[in-house]
């Protein structure tokens, strides 16, 4: 809901999803916000292929590709409004692929990462991955709201944050 909201907020229709996974944000925001066009990738194959069907019939169409984070470039992926959720955790250079997501970017971002250690402590509660101290796996990053904050300000200035459980989510634009 707090995506959608943010989205809301930009006024934007160009959209483009940077690590899109199996497509659900991509379809829940078409459903829910008229006159959407949005393209998205992800690095890997199959994902891409999952999200396919979980799109398919969409109105109106998402474009979806296979695209590595640190491929993408203004010209072929640039958009108004550029989406990464659930993504920046799971990558070894999360600096990097920040970079290339502020330039896609005309007007602003939407970017969100698990609250932590908020995160890990609601994985111990309900007993997940306990030997892991409540991290789960492939989580490389962590970061709290305000770490969060200051890891965006190197690229972007910060328009709005908000933290619904368990999540921290930044609209942002690129400086």
Request: proline share 6%; hydrophobic share 40%; glycine share 6%.
């Amino acid at each position: 809901r707090q995506a959608e909201a943010f989205v809301r907020s930009t006024g934007c229709t160009d959209i483009y999803e940077a690590g899109c996974g199996e497509g659900m944000l991509s379809l829940t925001l078409a459903s829910r916000v008229p006159n959407l066009h949005i393209r998205g990738s992800d690095f890997s194959e199959q994902v891409i292929a999952t999200a396919r069907e979980n799109i398919a019939g969409c109105d109106p169409a998402i474009e979806l590709s296979v695209a590595d984070i640190y491929s993408l470039n203004p010209k072929e992926h640039g958009a108004e409004l550029v989406l990464c959720c659930e993504v920046l955790e799971h990558l070894e250079r999360p600096a990097e692929a920040l970079s290339v997501i502020a330039r896609l970017a005309s007007r602003h971002l939407v970017i969100s990462v698990p609250n932590e250690p908020l995160w890990r402590v609601l994985n111990f509660a309900r007993g997940k991955y306990i030997f892991d101290w409540g991290n789960t796996p492939g989580h490389l990053n962590h970061w709290s709201p305000s770490a969060f904050r200051a890891f965006l300000e190197t690229e972007l200035i910060i328009e709005d944050m908000a933290c619904p459980l368990p999540w921290t989510m930044v609209l942002a634009r690129p400086r």
